[in-house]
């Protein structure tokens, strides 16, 4: 596609549920990351995928989230048992090549636990 | 760990002014270095990447220089414009790994 699509763009859920959210690279880009940003602060790193193995996977705050990306191309962050918590805005990134390194983000999936 | 922090944290210019937007890194190996711009609601839009081995990149009005000796980049926005006004982020990949680690950003406001 001509850019990084993610969906949904928002997402409200209740504590407890299960969510999950999408990441759509752009075409050819092998590498992808999540991020989590919250009002007012830069983005956090979640994880990295290079092709379809998670590169690094240092940033997940805890095994309630979990990111796959089975055919190399779309990723999933999954979140169990959300917590409030959790609400912020979820980046997706993608990179034609790790040894540039210039990401490109998506619009975000902002997901809001009442 | 790679730390970067970005001062001030909001600015607000008088159009047509030169402004500089400071990122400073505590870890300076590092890949390279890439400047943002956000806009509320909005994901990240990518304005500059300058690689470990280069020393400054230019486009159009902006210009991002590096020095990783000292830890530090500037942004340097020229002859700012009210279309300006957003949050610019800085991000530093370090080598050995892919992560890269961004400051808080610096939230600019150009005055018509």
């Known amino acids: 596609g001509a850019g990084v699509s993610q969906t949904p763009s928002n997402k409200v859920t209740e504590k407890g549920k299960y969510v999950e959210l999408r990441c759509d690279p752009i075409s050819g880009h092998t590498a992808l990351y999540w991020y989590r940003q919250s009002l007012g602060q830069g983005p956090e790193f979640l994880i990295y995928f290079q092709g379809t193995g998670a590169a690094d996977d240092s940033g997940l705050p805890n095994d309630r989230f979990f990111a796959v990306r089975p055919e190399g191309s779309v990723s999933t962050l999954k979140i169990q048992r959300t917590e409030r918590g959790d609400s912020a805005v979820y980046l997706c990134?993608?990179?034609?090549?790790?040894?540039?390194?210039?990401?490109?983000f998506g619009e975000g999936s902002r997901l809001t636990v009442l | 760990k790679q730390e970067v922090t970005q001062i001030p944290a909001a600015l607000s210019v008088p159009e047509g002014e030169n402004l500089v937007l400071n990122c400073s890194f505590t870890d300076s190996a590092i890949y390279n270095l890439q400047w943002f711009r956000q806009d509320p609601g909005k994901g990240l839009t990518s304005l500059l990447l300058?690689?470990?081995?280069?020393r400054e990149q230019t486009s159009g009005r902006l210009n991002a220089s590096l020095d990783k000796s000292s830890g530090r980049s500037t942004l340097y926005i020229a002859a700012s414009q009210p279309g300006d006004s957003a949050t610019y982020l800085c991000a530093a990949e370090n080598t050995g790994g892919f992560k890269t680690i961004f400051g808080a950003g610096t939230r600019l406001f150009v005055k018509a």
């Open positions: 300058i690689q470990s081995s280069q």
């Open positions: 990134a993608s990179s034609s090549d790790l040894y540039t390194g210039e990401l490109f």
